[in-house]
């Protein structure tokens, strides 16, 4: 079992203080409320996109920036994946996706639920405290559709007949609702994967009866069938309005709340409602970043008014980098890079793929207008919150997640124990990261910018890259070839990362072996077979 710091243990303490005292006087013992928690995740918005993050950059993002400035600023945190179904996973797990069956890619609307009903969750944890725990927006985890035919599942949901044996009359089974939420609400991929539907607790909440579909150069959506309440331009708002009713319902409870509000934005279809077109000044991927902020700040404004800020964690960071829909030519032109200084966009193994901005605020416990530096992971959130509610994690829980509170709450540093960070892009390729160096065990990007798998002149390209971020965040001058001792360090680690199944501390624990369509788990074949120190 791993053992995390109780965060009230001092109660505790004071109480066998007082008591050991003899006939003196026991003073009362002052309980402190465990925080409300809201966790905001953005989809595809790139570390460049935000302000206070890229004082470069051409979008100005004032209540995200406030956010910051009353809080912790992280300039080195990751998403576990350059994509978005595995950095979810990540998220509500704690463990990488790539232990799972999902070794690349990301589910359609369509896919069967990932993550099993036994496996602990962030929401299933603080239930365990008494939370009341809540969902809304993007899940992009799968649920099981209910179906016409159960003995003909049919195509994966990439195609618009895909979904002819979709009963959406019946229940969903296998949702948010039993992995830990009391309260669901949202659709089941991205914005532009069919069926568009809402689905709260189980049941679609209006009837699909036509098909749309949407070919614009920043609008698109693909052909399927959509629910009668269902309006892309409305998604959006309508989860930040949904959000807002919910903390101010929760308030009025004396049990804390978590809300994991999951944006299906600034991700295809780009859709920013008619006030902010043209705001930007840039394309409307700007406008939308400035919508999405503007919404940021609304919220905020809520959790002011109900009383809830000096308790609560509000947590803001993205899923990946930011997507090349966004137009990165017509941003470029004037002067806007959603990546900021690094390499590459989601999808991609370098940082511009799974750096993210993130941001942490929780008055009284964070120092205001605070940075810390210090590599972090989008997985460490599990252990964050066991911590800080003081509960303890079994083996098989949180396998690749580590507590930041060492980060923020006057205890040194040194006592966040995650020792190397593993990257991972869309085609499975995998990187890690310890300290300034970051091995990369595939050629190119292993995503979507140049060079990227499947090109010509591929062949000609190393078949591993290293890079010191300190002296290189830009990854330009590949290492491998002179520093193969780092290498062969790095490599080392990353096996011992995939054999023992975790990367934290605890017994060892149990990878899947096969892709989800049964395939070989191909991408592991240089680390396992020790490729890399044999050069």
Known sequence: MRTTKFYYSFLLLSGLLFNSCGDQEVAPRVEKKLPNIIYI???????????????????NTPNIDKLAKGGMKFTDAHSPSAVCTPTR??????????????????????????IPKSRTT??????????????????????????????????????????????????????????GFDYAYGHSGSLDMAPYAYVENGKVTSAVNHVTEDTGKYTWWRKGPTAADFVHDDV????????????????????????YLALPSPHTPILPTAEWLGKSRLNPYGDFVLMIDDYVGRLMQIVEEQGLTENTLLIFTSDNGCSPEADFEVLLESGHDPSGKFRGHKAD????????????????????????????????????????????????EGEDSFSLRPLFDDQAPTAYTREATVHHSINGSFAVRKDNYKLIFCKGSGGWSYPKPGQDDMENLPKFQLYDLNADPSEEQ???????????????LMKAYINDGRSTQGTKQTNASLGLTGKEWNQIA??????????
């Open 122 to 179: 962030v929401a299933s944890l603080l239930r365990k405290a008494d939370y009341h725990t809540a969902f809304v927006g993007k899940w992009h985890l799968g649920w099981d559709w209910g179906q016409k035919d159960t003995t003909n599942f049919g195509g994966e949901g990439w195609n618009s007949q895909d979904f002819d044996n979709l009963d959406f009359t019946k229940t969903v089974t296998h949702t948010p609702n039993d992995l």
């Open 41 to 59: 995740l953005a989809d595809d918005l790139g570390y460049g996109d935000i302000s206070s993050f890229n004082v470069d950059g051409k979008i």
């Open 478 to 492: 590949n290492l491998f070839d002179t520093h193969q001792e780092k290498a062969n360090e790095l490599a080392s």
């Open 526 to 535: 240089p680390i396992l077979s020790h490729e890399i120190m044999k050069k």
């Open 349 to 396: 193994i370098y940082e511009g793929g799974h750096r993210v901005p993130f941001i942490m605020k929780w008055p009284g416990r964070i120092q205001a207008n605070s940075v810390s530096n210090q590599t972090i992971c989008h997985t460490d959130l599990l252990a964050t919150c066991a911590d800080i509610v003081g509960l303890d994690l079994a083996d098989n």
């Open 89 to 114: 996973y990540g998220i509500l797990t704690g463990r990488y996706s790539w232990r799972s069956n999902l070794k690349q890619g990301v589910l359609t609307g369509k896919s069967k639920a990932l």
């Open 236 to 259: 959006t708002p309508n989860f930040f309005r949904k959000s807002m009713a919910y903390i101010k319902e929760r308030s009025k409870e004396d049990e804390p709340f978590f809300l």
